[in-house]
Structures are given as structure tokens and as C-alpha cells.
């Protein structure tokens, strides 16, 4: 077993041991705000858009930023062009927790992810209560049943899910649903080892009519104009923001690339994509 199959192992059995307080969370997700689109916040951007992260850890990084304020991150992040923010909730490994994803939510103005390692339909009812418009589903977590039931949750819920892979057999799983949003992640969460280059093999695969997000592994200018080549439209960035004194301006050079920041040349005018 690897670290995927491990941590869902213990969270399924606290879902059994304590069950969510669905009838309570259900009231707090009708009593929200409509959720934004996150399919059209990514259709919309110019390409490629960026899905910022909050993420205070990782298991392969350790502590990456344990004092980050969260609604500083996502005015930041906002400012700094990102299409979307994503908030690890996991607490164990990375930090997280839902009272980021209700601050990010009450501080920016573009569509929140609740990312975390969700295997039950009350889970998402948990997220649309804090105030997520979308949710990361991983298909290595879930059953081909089991992910049916959690896309149409998610939908039910008003929620559009980023539905994420990291093997050839998820992502034909993936693209046998009719899921929008497919994310193709170069970290492979069992061993925890990144392959860069097979992620972009997988990208290569997702039919353009979906919305393709490159996720992990990204540093430089130069991950982001492979992912684009590659048919990224969105790309997904923690830790290279996270460890960054000014994330809006590393936002820019990610898009833009070292020296074009301040121009204002984006790739598709240098002729990447």
C-alpha cells in the first residue's frame, strides 16, 4: 500500500466511526450563495488559467508555509490573475482545514475548490456548506459506481467537479464520464514521485471539447509552456505560489515568463500556444 491507499483507508473508517451531521450540514448549503461556475471561470481565461492553491504542507514537501493567512493568499491570488483558487482542507498532511475554504470564499470574487480526499456524497454537502463551488474528485479513489454518484452529487449540489487522474487507466475511466473538468495530476499519490513527462503524454489525450488542468510538478515559465503544448487550457500551482514574497507577481511569471511580466506578453503571443 502506498500513501493514497492508506490515508482514504483511515478516513473511510472515521466516516463510519463518526458520521457527518448531514441534516444540519444539508441547511448550511441551501442557505448559500449560489456557486460560482468554475467550468466557465476556465473557459473564460485566457489561456492557460491558473487554479492558485492554498497549501500550507504536503507529505513529499513537509511545511511549506504553516503562519499562511488565507484570505491574504486569495486577494493575492485574485489580483495576480488567477482564474480560480483551490483549498487543501486535509488536515493531517497538509495543513488544511475547512475554516481556510469558508475565509478564501468570503475573500475572493472567482470560484473556490474544496481539494481534499472525498469518498462519500455527504462530504460534498460538507463542502457546499463551507462555501466551495467546486470539489476535487480522484478517481483512484472511487469506483466507477462510486465516482457516478459523486459527479452527480456534486452537480446536484450545483457544483461542476475537477475530476483529477494520475495513471492511463484513470484518465480512460475519466473520459468515460461526462465529466468537463479533467486534471491529469504529475504527482502520482501512492508513491509520491512526480513524472513530469508522462503527465504530459496523458494531457495529450484529452479530447479539447474538456477542459484539460495540468496539476503538480509546475516551477517555471518553462512546465507552463510545456503544459500548454502539451493541451493544458488550466494549470493547478501550490507550492511554487505558496513560497513565493509576492504570489501575484509569480503568478505572472509563471504566464509570463522571466522579464515579460511588465510587458504584459502572454504565451500565446510568443507563440507557445
Same mark, same amino acid.
Given at each position: 500500500?502506498g500513501?493514497?491507499?492508506?490515508?482514504?483507508?483511515?478516513?473511510?473508517r472515521?466516516?463510519?466511526?463518526r458520521?457527518?451531521?448531514?441534516?444540519?450540514?444539508?441547511a448550511?448549503?441551501?442557505s448559500?450563495?449560489?456557486?460560482?461556475s468554475?467550468?466557465e471561470?476556465?473557459?473564460?481565461?485566457?489561456?492557460?488559467?491558473?487554479?492558485?492553491?492554498?497549501?500550507?504542507?504536503?507529505?513529499?514537501?513537509g511545511w511549506?508555509?504553516?503562519?499562511?493567512?488565507?484570505?491574504?493568499?486569495?486577494?493575492?491570488y485574485?489580483?495576480?490573475?488567477a482564474?480560480?483558487?483551490s483549498?487543501?482542507?486535509?488536515?493531517?498532511h497538509?495543513?488544511?482545514?475547512?475554516a481556510d475554504?469558508?475565509l478564501?470564499?468570503?475573500?475572493?470574487?472567482?470560484p473556490?475548490?474544496?481539494?481534499?480526499?472525498l469518498?462519500d456524497?455527504?462530504?460534498?454537502?460538507?463542502?457546499?456548506?463551507a462555501g /466551495?463551488?467546486?470539489?476535487?474528485?480522484i *478517481? %483512484?479513489?472511487?469506483d466507477d @459506481? #462510486?465516482?457516478?454518484?459523486?459527479?452527480? &452529487? =456534486? $452537480?446536484?449540489?450545483g457544483?461542476e467537479p475537477?475530476l483529477?487522474?494520475h495513471?492511463?487507466?484513470?484518465?480512460?475511466?475519466?473520459?468515460?464520464?461526462?465529466?468537463?473538468?479533467?486534471?491529469?495530476?504529475?504527482?502520482?499519490?501512492?508513491?509520491?514521485e512526480?513524472?513530469?513527462?508522462?503527465?504530459?503524454?496523458?494531457?495529450?489525450?484529452?479530447?479539447?471539447?474538456?477542459?484539460?488542468?495540468?496539476?503538480?510538478?509546475?516551477?517555471s515559465?518553462a512546465?507552463?509552456a510545456?503544459?500548454?503544448?502539451a493541451?493544458?487550457?488550466?494549470?493547478?500551482?501550490?507550492e /511554487?505560489?505558496?513560497?513565493?514574497?509576492? *504570489? %501575484?507577481?509569480?503568478?505572472? @511569471? #509563471?504566464?509570463?515568463g522571466?522579464?515579460? &511580466? =511588465? $510587458?504584459?506578453?502572454?504565451l500565446?503571443?510568443?507563440?507557445i500556444?
Amino acid at each position: 500500500m502506498g500513501f493514497l491507499t492508506d490515508l482514504v483507508g483511515t478516513i473511510r473508517r472515521e466516516l463510519d466511526e463518526r458520521p457527518l451531521p448531514l441534516e444540519a450540514l444539508d441547511a448550511a448549503a441551501r442557505s448559500q450563495p449560489p456557486a460560482r461556475s468554475l467550468r466557465e471561470a476556465l473557459r473564460g481565461a485566457t489561456v492557460p488559467a491558473v487554479i492558485a492553491e492554498v497549501k500550507r504542507s504536503s507529505p513529499s514537501a513537509g511545511w511549506i508555509d504553516v503562519d499562511a493567512d488565507a484570505g491574504s493568499l486569495a486577494r493575492a491570488y485574485e489580483a495576480g490573475g488567477a482564474a480560480a483558487i483551490s483549498v487543501l482542507t486535509e488536515p493531517r498532511h497538509f495543513g488544511g482545514s475547512l475554516a481556510d475554504l469558508r475565509l478564501v470564499r468570503a475573500t475572493a470574487g472567482i470560484p473556490v475548490i474544496r481539494k481534499d480526499f472525498l469518498i462519500d456524497p455527504d462530504q460534498l454537502v460538507e463542502a457546499r456548506a463551507a462555501g /466551495a463551488d467546486s470539489v476535487l474528485l480522484i *478517481a %483512484a479513489c472511487l469506483d466507477d @459506481g #462510486l465516482l457516478d454518484r459523486m459527479l452527480t &452529487a =456534486a $452537480r446536484a449540489l450545483g457544483m461542476e467537479p475537477l475530476l483529477e487522474t494520475h495513471s492511463n487507466r484513470d484518465l480512460e475511466r475519466a473520459l468515460a464520464t461526462d465529466a468537463e473538468i479533467i486534471g491529469v495530476n504529475a504527482r502520482d499519490l501512492e508513491t509520491l514521485e512526480v513524472d513530469f513527462p508522462a503527465a504530459l503524454e496523458r494531457l495529450r489525450s484529452i479530447p479539447s471539447d474538456r477542459v484539460a488542468a495540468l496539476e503538480s510538478g509546475i516551477a517555471s515559465h518553462a512546465d507552463v509552456a510545456a503544459a500548454v503544448a502539451a493541451g493544458a487550457s488550466a494549470i493547478l500551482v501550490g507550492e /511554487a505560489l505558496m513560497r513565493s514574497a509576492d *504570489a %501575484a507577481a509569480a503568478i505572472a @511569471g #509563471l504566464i509570463r515568463g522571466p522579464g515579460l &511580466a =511588465a $510587458r504584459g506578453q502572454s504565451l500565446d503571443e510568443e507563440g507557445i500556444a
